[in-house]
């Protein structure tokens, strides 16, 4: 079975500074897709970023990275620019990319707390 | 703008009582995931459907839960006798297949 861990239960950042998150997770699998989701205190869970593991660039989506190391079985989120908008939980997952198409569900890692002081 | 559509938001109730949680997926998405939030085990993942049809329900307490999921427009997760330790926020999301798109959760409190 899968396992995602987030060494950081929480995290705390000036607004405008750069932050990272780490995430590892442990698979056999060779295929595979890592999400980071975000859960502000409205508790809806918004999906930030996702990563094909056959990919080896970086996604990225505006002031949101990843830093992807599949040999380590890393996936790192970075944001820049933080914004106090950014304050929230935020969840690294796993989900299986089985051949023809799998549908399985996602593994969570137990989630970081992000503070952002003003 | 789609969304995951869940009711109620919160929930009330006494123990023993039946518990039923709604889901309207996105139109035109063919998975459905029933997850579980708790602040000691965090996100679980409960049961799924494909096509309407259950894949996979190994997280989920046989002996008091069950996912239905009617037609394609309503998913539900009933839980019957309802206990105090079923205390959490449900999530359902649908998608394509990766990752999926959240409904804002059900808060249940049974007490």
């Known amino acids: 079975a899968q396992t995602v861990t987030q060494s950081q239960p929480e995290m705390s950042v000036q607004e405008a500074e750069t932050v990272t998150l780490s995430c590892t997770y442990d698979t056999s699998e060779s295929d595979y897709y890592l999400f980071w989701y975000k859960q502000p205190p409205s508790r809806q869970m918004i999906l930030v970023i996702r990563q094909e593991a056959y990919k080896q660039q970086n996604a990225t989506e505006n002031r949101f990275s990843v830093n992807f190391q599949k040999a380590a079985k890393s996936f790192s989120l970075k944001i820049s620019d933080s914004q106090l908008g950014d304050a929230a939980m935020y969840f690294c997952a796993y989900r299986s990319a089985a051949p023809g198409g799998g549908a399985d569900g996602l593994t969570f890692g137990k989630g970081t707390h992000l503070i952002i002081q003003p | 703008d789609a969304r995951v559509t869940q009711t109620p938001r919160h929930k009330v109730t006494e123990m023993g009582q039946e518990v039923t949680m709604r889901c309207q997926p996105i139109?035109?998405?063919?998975?459905v995931f029933w997850y579980r939030q708790t602040m000691m085990q965090g996100l679980e993942l409960l049961a799924y459907f494909r096509n309407r049809a259950p894949l996979d329900d190994s997280g989920m307490p046989k002996d008091r839960f069950s996912a239905e999921m009617p037609d394609a427009t309503l998913a539900t997760l009933k839980i019957q006798p309802s206990e105090p330790r079923d205390s959490a926020v449900y999530f359902c999301?649908?998608?394509?297949?990766?990752?999926?798109?959240f409904g804002s959760g059900t808060r249940l409190t049974v007490v």
């Open positions: 999301a649908s998608g394509h297949g990766t990752g999926g798109d």
């Open positions: 139109l035109g998405h063919n998975t």
